[in-house]
C-alpha cells in the first residue's frame, strides 16, 4: 500500500522516510498523481539518482528503482530529493568535512617535525584562526572496496510493523529506538489496540504505556492492565511519569507532581497488583524509600475507599520496616547456609541465573557440592528469560574457553561508568563452567522448541563474529545498528584504515580524535597520533591536524598503514575522542565519528567517501571521552565497543596524555567481556525448531546473512523471530 504524500504533509512524510530508513533500510513510494496523459519521468532521471546514492555507499532494489520509473518527472524530483537527503545524514556526508590540511594524507608526510611544531605555535597562539596554507586538489570518488547497501521499497503495513516489534522486544530499546516508536505511535494511533502489545521488557513497557497514555488514556489503560504485573512494574511507570526516567537506580528526589487522572491511572494498577500478589510488599521492600517518596505524590489517602489494597499497600510500606528478598538471601550467604540460599534463589529463576556463578563459588569455599547448585538450577532454568539464559551460557563458556583474570562491570543504565579490575578470586575448576553453560544451553532450546518451526534455514557464514543485540539500552545511534562486542572482517585488500571524527557547535568546542597503539598485554607499544604529535614515522601513521572550534563543523582524520601496524608488533589500535574544552558530548550539536577502508591512498582521493565508511555511529552520550571501536590487527578485525570513559577529574586537560590508563582499562575489559554471538542464537534456534541447513540462499525459507533477510543490524527482526 503507498501513501499519498499531499494527504500526508510533506514534513511528516520526510520524517516518515527517515524513520523507516533507520529501522529498516526501506523507502515508501507515495502514490502517483500521474494523469494519463502525463509521461512517466524519464528512465535516465532514476538511474542518475541511483548513481547518487552509490557515492554514499546506497544502491536502491529493483523494486524501488521501478517503482521511482513510475512517476512523473515532478513527483520523482520531490521523492528523490527527500530520499537522497535522509541518506546524505544517515551516511555522515557533510561538505564541510575538510582536515586542517586540506591535501591530507600527503601534506602531512612531506613536512618536517620542525614545520610541523612551527605551524602548530601558530595554530594555538591564534586559538585556531590561523589555516594551513596549502589548497586541497580536486579531489573524486574512487571504488570502494565494501559492497553497497541495498535500499529496498517497503510499505505502510511493513512500517507499522516496526511498533509492535520494538515495543515487544526482549531487549531494552536505543534512545533512537523509543524516539522512532514514539513518532509511529504518534502517527499511527488511529490504527493500534491492546493486542498489539505484549511486553516482554519491563523498561520498554513502562515507556510504551506512558508514551500511549499521553496520546489516548482509555487504550493506555487497557494495555496497562494486560502487560503490568508486578509492584516494580508499576513503580517504573510511576518514575516515567514523575521523572521522564525509568531508572530505578539513580532517580531525582524533586519529583515532578501528577494530574489527577494520572494519580488514578497508577493507583488502580497498584490495586490490581495488590489484590493478585500475596507478596507485594516483600517484592516491594527493595525499593522501599522510594516507594515513600512517591507515596508523598500520588496521595493514596485521597483514594482510600476506592483502592484499598494500594492504600493499604503504602500504609505498611511507609510505618513498617519490611525484609526484602533480596535482603534474607544476603543473610544466607552472610551465614554461609547454601541450602538456605538455593532454596530461596529457587524461589526466582532469573535471579537464580544471575547469581549462579557466585553461588558456584560459594559452594566451593564452604564445604558445599556445586554440582547440587547446578542440579537445582537446571529443573527452573526454562523458565529464566532466554535473553539472560543466552547472556549467561556465554559468560560460563567464555570462562572455560579462554579464561582471563579481568572483569568487566557495566552498571545499569550508565555506560560512562564503565569499568574493570583484576579478577584475583580462586581459580574454579573449569568443569563446573562447562555444565552451567549446558544447562542454560538446554534451556533455551527448550524455550526455542516452542516457537513455531523455521522450515529451511540458510546461513551466510560471515555472519560469524557478530554479537546478539541484547544491550541497546544505551547504543549509540548508528548506520546500521551493532551489539558491543562484534566483530567486522575487514576487506582483505584494505592497506590503510582512515579513521574519522565530525562535531559540529556553537563557541569554542574543541574535540581530539586520536590513536593510542598497544600489544596484546594492552602496554603501549609506539607513540600515540593525535593533535600533539601528527605523525608517528615508525609506523607512517599520520593525523591530519588539530582544529579547536566547529562553528560551522570541522573534521579529523587519522591514517592506519595495517602492515607498519604488524611490524612492529602492535596487536590493538584504539581510537579515542575527547572534549579538550570538557564540552560533554551530549551538549554538541552534532557529533560522530567512523572509519573508512582504503585499498590505497590516491593522491586524487576525496578525504571523506560515505561509500567507504565501514561504521559511522553517533557520539552523544553524557561523557567527554569515548572509544568506539578497536582495531585487532593480528585478526585484521574492527572490534565495536561503543564506550564512554570517565575521568576522576576534568580541571586538567582531557586527552590520552592525562587519562591514558582510563581509556587502556575500559578497553580491556570491554575487549575481555562476554558477548553472546548470533550465530549460536542461530544455530539453537535451528536445532530447537526442526530447521533444514541449506546450502544456497535460493533453497531458503529464512535468510541469515550480511545482505539480505535477517542482517546482524536488524535488531527488530532478531527479537521477533529468534527470541
Known sequence: MAINKINMGGNIMRELQRVYLELGKKVIIP?????????????????????????LGFTPSEKLLNSLSNLSYDEFVDVADDIYSQLVELAGSRANMIPMYPDFPEVIMSLSDEQLFVDAIIHYSTMGVWEARFQEKIRINTESLLKLKIIELGSEEDLMSYIPALANSSVSMSESQKENLKFLLCNYLHKLNKDMFSMKNKENMAYVIHTIFKLNISLGIDIAIDNVKTSTDVLRLIMIFCNDDYSL???????????????????ELLDMVCKSNKQVVEDASKYQGLWVIVGEILHPGDYAK????????????????????????????????????V???????????????????????????????????????????????????????????RPVNVRTFMPKGNIAKVYAKEDDRDQVNVFYWA??????????????SE????????????????????KQRNASKQLYSMARGSRIALPEEATVLRMYQYWKNPGHTDLDLTAIFVNENFNKVTEDVSYWNLSNKEIDCVHSGDIRSAQNGAAEFIDVPVEKLKEKGIKYVITTISSYSSVPFCNLEECFAGIMALEEVKPNEKT?????????????????????????????????IDVAVTGDRYDSPINTITYHNNFVNVVRGMMYASYPQL???????????????VDKLEDADVIFSLEEGITPFSVEEINSTLL
Open 451 to 470: 516457537k513455531e518451526k523455521l522450515g529451511k534455514v540458510y546461513i551466510d557464514p560471515a555472519i560469524k563474529g557478530y554479537a546478539i543485540p541484547l
Open 306 to 341: 476506592r483502592y484499598k489494597a494500594a492504600y493499604k499497600f503504602f500504609n505498611t510500606i511507609r510505618n513498617e520496616k519490611v525484609r526484602s528478598w533480596y535482603s534474607k538471601v544476603e543473610k544466607a550467604y552472610e551465614s554461609k547456609d547454601l541450602t538456605a540460599v
Open 31 to 55: 502514490t502517483t498523481n500521474r494523469t494519463s496523459l502525463e509521461e512517466k519521468v524519464a528512465m535516465k532521471y532514476p538511474t542518475a539518482f541511483a548513481l547518487n546514492m552509490q557515492s
Open 249 to 267: 537506580a539513580s532517580y531525582k528526589h524533586d519529583l515532578k507532581s501528577l494530574k489527577r487522572a494520572e494519580r488514578r491511572f497508577l493507583l
Open 435 to 448: 555444565l552451567a553453560s549446558n544447562v542454560c544451553i538446554n534451556a533455551l532450546i527448550k524455550k526455542f
Open 608 to 640: 571523506f567517501d560515505p561509500a567507504k565508511s565501514i561504521v559511522r555511529s553517533d557520539v552523544a552520550s553524557d561523557a567527554r571521552m569515548c572509544t568506539p571501536f578497536v582495531y585487532d590487527v593480528e585478526k585484521h578485525e574492527l572490534v565495536w
Open 343 to 401: 532454596k530461596l534463589l529457587s524461589k526466582r529463576p532469573g535471579e537464580f541465573a544471575r547469581r549462579l556463578e557466585r553461588t558456584i563459588r560459594f559452594a566451593l569455599n564452604n564445604n558445599g557440592n556445586p554440582m547440587d547448585v547446578i542440579s537445582v538450577f537446571s529443573v527452573i532454568a526454562d523458565k529464566v528469560d532466554s535473553t539472560i539464559l543466552l547472556q549467561m551460557s556465554q559468560f560460563f563458556l567464555d570462562k572455560f574457553t
Open 679 to 693: 550465530i549460536h542464537l542461530i544455530e539453537l534456534n535451528c536445532l530447537a525448531r526442526d530447521a533444514e541447513v
